[in-house]
C-alpha cells in the first residue's frame, strides 16, 4: 500500500484550514516530536537560515507553549499558546497568537496523531475568528512554511527510527 506524504490543504469553511500529512511513524514519536522542545528545535526551523531560538513547551492542559524564530538578519517572529487538551499520542488542542498579529488574531488549533499501519496521518484543523483572518493568514505563506517545517519533521522521524 502506498501512502502519500505530500502536504494537502483544504479550506472546508470560511474560518478553517485543514492540513494533513502522513509520516512514516509511530504515533507517540511524532506527538513527542510536538511536545519535547528538543525535537521541535530539531523541525521546526521555519525558512533557510531561521532557527528556534526560543522553544518552551509545558504539554499538559493549562500548560502554555512559546517559540521565538531568529533570522540571519536579526529578524524574530514569536507566538504564544495554551494547551487545551492533550492526549498522547493522539490529541493537542491549542490556542495561538503571533507576536505580530499578521491580521491572524487568536486560533485554535486541533491536531490528531492517526496511527495507520505503523505510520501517522497528522491532521491539523485550524479554526480563525474571521474568514478575513484566515484568508490574511493563508496570504502569510503559511502552509509553504509548514510544508517546509513537515518536510523537516519527515527527516528527523527517520533519524530517530533508521528508516
Known amino acids: 500500500m502506498s501512502f502519500s506524504t505530500t502536504l494537502s490543504v483544504s479550506t472546508p469553511s470560511d474560518l478553517e484550514v485543514v492540513i494533513e500529512r502522513m509520516f512514516d511513524a509511530p504515533a507517540d514519536l511524532v506527538f513527542d ?20 531560538s526560543t522553544c518552551d513547551i509545558d504539554p499538559r492542559p493549562g500548560g502554555t507553549y512559546r517559540y521565538v524564530w531568529s533570522g540571519p538578519d536579526g529578524q524574530s517572529m514569536g507566538l504564544k499558546g495554551i494547551f487545551h487538551e492533550v492526549e498522547r499520542p493522539s490529541r493537542l488542542v491549542t490556542t495561538e497568537t503571533f507576536d505580530d498579529d499578521f491580521g491572524m488574531g487568536k486560533m485554535l488549533i486541533e491536531s490528531g496523531f492517526h496511527a ?44 530517530l527510527t533508521g528508516k
Open 33 to 52: 516530536c510536538y511536545t519535547q522542545p528538543d525535537l521541535v528545535r530539531r523541525w521546526m526551523t521555519g525558512t533557510e537560515g531561521w532557527w528556534v
Open 116 to 159: 495507520e499501519n505503523g505510520r501517522t496521518r497528522l491532521k491539523q484543523t485550524i479554526t480563525y475568528e474571521s474568514k478575513g483572518q484566515r484568508d490574511a493568514s493563508l496570504a502569510t505563506g503559511m502552509t509553504e512554511g509548514m510544508g517546509e517545517s513537515f518536510d523537516a519533521l519527515a527527516k528527523l522521524l527517520a533519524e
